[in-house]
């Protein structure tokens, strides 16, 4: 069984995020990246795969900074092969990213054929969580998402799969191999891997890299940023004194005074 993840590096959002002078995208200069959360669920979920079932786990990255630490600490957890896109403009958009993905898969030597190709379900950059079934398109492949259980009866042949639905509802699922699965998360939390153990990957396991493929839109993105901006503070919230009738009273003109009902 050989399974393939797919990791991003996103904006650590924790720190202040600074428009680029163009006002178009973010000052990425002193930016901090971060391996996207669902894409280390991913990778867990793959590991997890690999200790039951045994085969092979080769994990692909696009370039950015930070990623080789990522790339290394899935080394140190378990992956057999780490690779890494380069050459690549940075901002690409989510159809974008997937587009390279999808080329490098068919074009790189020992990406294919693959039983799994794993991802998160969606990222800080994209909420929409379209780099999975995007890729499964290109590729030409089932896709399930939004899942936080992956198994095999047969594997090979078939993957149970659980998605998770609003209210507490869960539906099973099989899918014939291979498949596109965009993770939510996997079903035990994501190992932690020793410092010692990732700078003793970095010793004795390297990156493979290989060149950004050419887009079929020239590098264009289909819709454009026209700007950027940070949001503008409002004024304060208007707290309501008195019992609940006054206070529901002058709730009331509140409304009517700006036409909500």
Do not use: W
Not at 47 to 52: D, V
């Amino acid at each position: 069984m050989h399974i393939l993840v797919l990791l991003k590096m996103v904006p650590d959002v924790v720190e202040d995020l600074e428009i680029a002078p163009d006002g178009k995208a973010l000052d990425l200069e002193y930016l901090r990246m971060i391996l996207s959360e669902s894409d280390v669920h991913a990778l867990e979920q793959a590991l997890l795969l690999k200790e039951r079932h045994g085969g092979k786990l080769t994990v692909l990255a696009l370039d950015a900074p930070e990623v080789d630490d990522a790339l290394f600490t899935a080394a140190a957890k378990g992956a057999d092969r780490v690779v890494k896109v380069v050459g690549m403009d940075a901002g690409l958009t989510t159809r974008q990213a997937a587009s390279v993905f999808a080329q490098v898969i068919r074009r790189e030597t020992g990406l294919l054929p693959a039983d799994l190709v794993l991802t998160g379900v969606q990222a800080i950059d994209d909420l929409d969580g379209l780099i999975a079934p995007l890729v499964a398109h290109e590729l030409g492949l089932p896709y399930l998402g939004i899942l936080t259980r992956v198994s095999f009866d047969a594997p090979g042949q078939l993957v149970q799969a659980i998605k998770e639905y609003p209210g507490g509802v869960r539906g099973e699922f099989e899918v014939t191999l291979p498949a596109v699965l965009g993770m939510q998360a996997a079903e035990k939390p994501p190992r932690y891997v020793p410092v010692a153990k990732v700078r003793a990957a970095m010793k004795s396991q390297k990156i493979d890299c290989t060149p950004v493929p050419t887009l079929a839109d020239g590098g264009r993105p289909a819709i454009e940023v026209v700007e950027m901006k940070r949001n503008e503070p409002a004024g304060h919230a208007e707290m309501l004194e008195g019992d609940p009738a006054q206070a529901s009273g002058e709730l009331c003109g509140i409304l009517a005074e700006r036409g909500l009902f």
